[in-house]
């Protein structure tokens, strides 16, 4: 399909409050592929519709992934995590390595040594008092080491 005006944008509608099952849901995936259509069909821009905060984690990667993919829409989810979750996790390769694991889980074919490697990457920030520099870090791997209990349809709740 072609955009029916020469200046016309997109909206997507995945977790957010207009897409009632799930609700506020981690839609890493699902904004990539918007953001990548939206630029193969010509839209001039399309937006998401947040009314959480990124203290709620799934939201979070939500809008580090739209914010990523409307600057770089034919990016990989390994070139997300290099570059913009190893931003906030502290390297590239720590980055990918979380992009890996929470696309693992979100298939539901997390292993037990990913699941052992959440676990120990999560309690490493925690050895001691973590740096407020340190913060937001933790705060990724421990909502992934908690998820990765639960099946992938049970994340929607999660708020530190």
């Given at each position: 399909?072609?955009?029916?005006?020469s200046?016309?944008?997109?909206?997507?509608?995945?977790?957010?409050?207009?897409?009632?099952?799930?609700?506020?849901?981690?839609?890493?995936?699902?904004?990539?592929e918007?953001?990548?259509?939206?630029?193969r069909?010509?839209?001039?821009?399309?937006?998401i519709?947040?009314?959480?905060?990124s203290?709620?984690?799934?939201w979070?990667?939500?809008?580090l992934?739209?914010?990523?993919f409307?600057?770089?829409?034919?990016d990989?989810?390994?070139?997300?995590?290099?570059k913009?979750?190893?931003?906030?996790?502290?390297?590239?390769?720590?980055?990918?390595?979380?992009?890996?694991?929470?696309?693992?889980?979100?298939?539901?074919?997390?292993?037990?040594?990913?699941?052992?490697?959440?676990?120990?990457?999560?309690?490493?920030?925690?050895?001691?008092?973590p740096?407020?520099?340190?913060?937001?870090?933790?705060?990724?791997?421990?909502w992934?080491?908690?998820?990765?209990?639960?099946?992938?349809?049970?994340?929607?709740?999660?708020?530190?």
């Amino acid at each position: 399909m072609k955009p029916p005006s020469s200046r016309s944008a997109g909206f997507l509608h995945q977790a957010s409050q207009w897409n009632w099952v799930p609700r506020y849901e981690m839609a890493v995936s699902a904004i990539k592929e918007g953001c990548l259509k939206a630029y193969r069909t010509g839209l001039e821009g399309v937006s998401i519709h947040g009314e959480v905060t990124s203290r709620h984690i799934p939201w979070a990667l939500n809008y580090l992934a739209f914010s990523h993919f409307i600057h770089w829409p034919e990016d990989s989810l390994r070139e997300f995590g290099r570059k913009t979750m190893g931003q906030v996790l502290g390297s590239e390769d720590e980055g990918e390595r979380f992009v890996e694991l929470l696309t693992a889980w979100d298939a539901g074919s997390l292993t037990e040594e990913q699941k052992k490697d959440l676990s120990k990457r999560r309690w490493g920030y925690k050895a001691g008092l973590p740096q407020l520099s340190d913060l937001e870090r933790y705060r990724c791997w421990a909502w992934l080491d908690r998820v990765a209990s639960s099946p992938p349809e049970k994340h929607t709740a999660s708020f530190f």
